[in-house]
């Protein structure tokens, strides 16, 4: 069945860098696009970006300086790496699957940026 | 970007009683998805493309609207229901989700 899982460093110092990696499995990268979506303790859901079936990526414009989303087909594997970190980077981070809507998203991975 | 307004922030409902959440868009768009989540889970899409359910979401909820205007309903309210509902749209780049409601059972 469709999974998708995340995993991160779980805690990061403020200006440093960082990679998130969504591992999946029960289709394949080629077909799909795969969106990141980042939610702050206690506040809603924030679009950061996608990577596209063929390999083309799209960011928030906000953030899109900081953001670089690539992806690696024959291991299945999504990354999302984020620069120069701020505090509020602090949040849940989610990787989701698009068949024309987001219809299936991972169980998060939680970054806390603090020193 | 196109702006996403929910209302209420946060509502409470009693068992049985019919709960509307409305989701309005700054600007015209074709559909709006919503997803559903309780806490400590990630979220769940619920409705997509307006009006359809998603795999396994109760007869009791249904979606309407059109243009700037889109609404979920509960038609009778259920204790499994209580969770935090965003309104979602994709049609125009970037994809942006509603502030949220959170619904909770009296």
């Known amino acids: 069945q469709v999974q998708l899982k995340e995993s991160g460093p779980g805690l990061v110092a403020p200006s440093q860098s960082l990679s998130i990696t969504c591992s999946v499995s029960?289709?394949?990268?080629?077909?799909?696009?795969v969106h990141w979506v980042r939610q702050p303790p206690g506040k809603g859901l924030e679009w950061l970006g996608v990577?596209?079936?063929?390999?083309?990526?799209n960011y928030n414009s906000a953030l899109m300086s900081r953001l670089n989303i690539i992806k690696d087909n024959s291991k299945s594997q999504v990354f999302l790496k984020i620069n120069s970190l701020q505090t509020d980077d602090t949040a849940m981070y989610y990787c989701?699957?698009?068949?024309?809507?987001?219809?299936?998203w991972g169980q998060g991975t939680t970054l806390i940026v603090s020193s | 970007q196109i702006v996403l307004t929910q209302s209420p922030a946060i509502m409470s409902a009693s068992p049985g009683e019919k709960v509307t959440i409305t989701c309005s868009a700054s600007?015209?768009?074709?559909?709006m998805h919503w997803f559903q989540q309780k806490p400590g889970t990630s979220p769940k899409l619920w409705i997509y493309s307006t009006s359809n359910l998603a795999s396994g979401v109760p007869a009791r909820f249904s979606g309407s609207g059109s243009g700037t205007s889109y609404s979920l309903t509960i038609s009778r309210m259920e204790a499994e229901d209580a969770a935090t509902y965003y309104c979602?749209?994709?049609?125009?780049?970037?994809?942006?989700f509603g502030g949220g409601t959170k619904l909770e059972i009296k």
């Open positions: 990577i596209w079936a063929g390999g083309s990526a």
């Open positions: 029960g289709f394949s990268l080629t077909n799909y696009g």
């Open positions: 600007s015209s768009v074709n559909y």
């Open positions: 989701v699957r698009e068949y024309f809507f987001f219809d299936f």
């Open positions: 979602q749209q994709r049609y125009i780049y970037p994809p942006t």
